[in-house]
């Protein structure tokens, strides 16, 4: 589209602004750095140049963190601590034997070669040792067996004149590489793959979202999240529509001379694109290579698409080309003989009747097309749920994603959002990490062991939570919402349909009774139970879980 191609040996370099933005924590998209864990990192590691996204990639393992690598070498890094090099007696070596095996990451051994040579340098192990030791470091899948080597490596370390206590703290760090830790040239060719990424989300974020959005599922973030973060970006998101999309996302040339993004057939739940039988959106941009469409009728004797796909279509919402919105456009297929082209005068005079008879509808209100987005293409450009229910969490002194972001360090407050993702490292000892979304941005909420043990229904199954807790503010500016209190609101999703307004609102899915849960329930929406409508059983896709 622009005329540049790159290749991973000709993206410039050490560009700056990309630094910056991942400073900021600004990683979303981004290869190996986009989890909620490695963009709370980013503020505190700054990365200035590439080395440093060696690390970054390296440090958010739970072999580093297991191995309480992690504080210190942050510490030293933000020059909040002094790099430490215990030397040998004089006659067992050099005083600075160390520096020159944990220099480069500021006397914390970060990779699995600093392991080896860590026993190799200080506690004298042949390189035939320091290979097994290598070997007994288990991946993520396996667990090793590195305590066999503690006595010698600490006791030989300690005959050399190390303190006692520094040897226990290496091996303590070794150990930790048996949960799972990365070799430095993995870091990096992973951190070049880091650079490059970011740097076409930074320089070329409408063809970054493109190609994530072409390459679902996959990550960390759902298609609304990835459209989200480039609209933030400055990126022109248009709607699907049978006049101008494709099969798969695409870009578009925009009038500010820059390019936009438009979304392909292929965000259409159910519809089929690049399916080995049938391609419905193929079908479609074949048909329109012939000639434009005037009429809904004119577009379905011209593709010879079915009923189905066409109920799809304008269920999404993708018929305003043609002046049919989500509402009009559904009635007036539903009207259309089942999966029988009309010809020509049979379709005109079909047309003619259909606009004799056709009632004039009301307008669909903006909560209900917000809705139905979610519902058919799981994302929407016209607003975000939460915006919707805001006034009654105003109501109930629930505040926003954004005031989250600016509380103080202790503050205790009240948020609600959508369960964008859960997890549940191995190595976080029993703690979730949740990230919560509304139409202000994302908070990430911490659920330690305890709160978890008692809320473990809200946190693993609600997809509109209310949290109450308090802020926990690190000097870089990165906020925790840690979780005391959880309470699913999902059934209030239910309020932004206007059949269901009519009524009270169904609670799906009843948490316990109060006196169960030791505290009344004065969180949650006091209201009757009422038959679901069919379209309202799922309003929002599922949380993205990893564990």
Known sequence: HKGERFELATIPREQEPVYKMLSRGESLGVFQVESRAQMNMLPRLKPKKFYDLVIEVAIVRPGPIQGDMVHPYLRRRNKLEKEDY???????????????????TLGVPLFQEQAMQLAIVAAKFTPSEANQLRR?????????DVGKFRERMVGNMVARGYPQEFAERCFKQIEGFGTYGFPESHAASFAQLVYASSWIKHYHPEAFACGLLNSQPMGFYAPAQIVRDARANGVEV??????????????????????????????IDGFKCADAVEDWGARIVAARARGSFASLEEFARATALPKRALVLLADADAFRSLGLDRRAALWAVRRLPDDVPLPLFAATAAR???????????????AEHVVADYQSIRLSLKGHPMQFLRAM?????????????????????????????RQQPGSA??????????????????????VMARFRKEVMGAR?????????????????????????????????????????PFLPDQAAPDNARGAPDTDAPQTPHVIRHPRNVRILPRSRDFH
């Not at 007994?136 to 090793?144: D, Y």
């Not at 003619?352 to 056709?358: G, I, P, S, T, V």
């Open 136 to 144: 007994s470091m288990a991946t993520f899948r396996n667990r090793g």
């Open 352 to 366: 003619e009747q259909r606009e004799e008879n056709a009632a004039a509808l009301p307008s669909m209100p903006l």
């Open 429 to 450: 000892k029993g703690v979730v990490f949740m990230t919560l979304e509304d139409e202000t941005g994302i908070v990430n909420v911490v659920v330690w062991r305890h």
């Open 464 to 504: 509109v939570v209310l949290v109450t807790g308090r802020i926990q503010k690190s000097p870089e500016g990165v906020v925790h919402l840690v979780a005391e209190r959880l309470v699913d609101r999902s059934a209030d999703l239910y309020r932004l349909s206007h059949d269901l307004r009519e009524r009270a």
């Open 238 to 267: 248009r709607a699907i529509d049978v006049s101008f999309s494709h099969g798969d996302n695409t870009l578009e040339p925009a009038d500010d001379g820059r390019f936009a993004l438009r979304l392909g057939f292929r965000q």
């Open 86 to 104: 215990p030397s040998p007696a004089p006659r067992h070596g050099p005083p600075d034997e160390l520096k020159s095996v944990l220099g480069r």
């Open 393 to 421: 969490f105003l109501a109930e002194g629930v505040v926003d994603c954004a005031a989250v972001g600016r509380a103080a360090d202790g503050a205790a407050l009240r948020s609600a959002g959508v369960v964008l993702v």
